[in-house]
């Protein structure tokens, strides 16, 4: 016989779910316009908000805004916030020493090679890792059983399992029965997810080299493949985040130069299970979820079902993204 309190439950969550679809459903029905990059100050009495883009929807005017000291994200409307334009070094001076700041000059501080250019550590000292699953252009569904074994895995209170998912375009035009998949997912809080901007098309072509392949082909237009899938994100009612991951973990200096006038934050990884690389205390750990790389899934199964009575002694665990970076810079304050 189901409780009362079981009923409540399940009817608070049927309503919830009833109307997060409903305003998806209007989100993506309403065109976004005039997409584009503003760098500013929103003005209200709760939070500091830093401006990172500016668009138009439904007539009304929006910002995507970041609060600098926890890297959270979230879309405001111009009639709720003083909104004044100050350009991206203003924003530096006046916020030298937040959490954001710190977090892009640590990944510019990385950008020494063609490889993995960005964050790629974080938390050493704790037990457990940062995941993040990157949805590269395939034409495999998404590989629902990372999700389902996260989700076994770890305590119902331990939920939310925090991960962060990099997410192209190109995957998103292809995949939408995944995608809200993924968001019922998200609505039960099972999960939650960090939306990581991976490109709008992140092209690939097999046969030529690193040096001219992903976004160093010289035919890479950079302010489609980031405001591109941004507005796509939007689209799809997903909240970019205001990190980056380069296609292929490929790039230059120039590149993350690039990425970074943007005001994204680039991530890497060290431990990309594919290609065997450890899994350390603090690892920002990569696999694929979009059905091309089953080795790295299986190796990731493989360890949180190794870790999972640690899990249940919070003794090992998974990290949220955003709150490791608060958390390493909190500890090591300048």
Known sequence: MVQLKDFTRLSFLFVYIFFAFVLEAHSQSSKISNYQLYFGIAK????????????????????????????????????????????????????????????????????????????????PSEAGIILTI????????????????????????????????????????????DLRWLKELQLKKEIDITWINHTLSHYYNKKLPLRNNFMLDKSTDIKSEILGNEQLMLKNGL?????????????????????????LITIGSDAWLAKGQAVHNGSIVLIHGNGNEPLGVSKFIQLIISKKQEEINKSWLLFDLRKSLETEFMQHEP
């Open 44 to 123: 209200n009495d709760k939070e500091n908000l830093i401006l990172l883009r500016r668009f138009i929807q439904d007539r009304k005017v929006y910002f995507l805004a970041l609060n600098p000291a926890d890297l959270k994200t979230k879309l405001v409307s111009l009639k709720d916030c003083e909104a004044i334009e100050t350009g991206f070094s203003a924003l530096e001076i006046k916020f030298p020493e937040s959490v954001y700041f710190r977090s892009i000059k640590d990944a510019k501080e990385n950008a020494k090679k063609m490889s993995d250019a960005g964050i790629t550590h974080s938390l």
């Open 134 to 177: 990157d949805l590269c252009p395939s034409e495999h569904p998404l590989d629902r059983k990372i999700f389902t074994a996260l989700i076994s895995a770890i305590p119902t209170n331990e939920q939310p399992v925090p991960l962060a998912i990099s997410v192209s375009g190109t995957w998103l035009n292809k995949h939408s029965k």
């Open 239 to 263: 909240i970019p985040s205001v990190f980056f991951r380069f296609p292929g973990l490929t790039s230059t200096n120039e590149l993350l130069d690039s990425i970074c006038s943007y005001g």
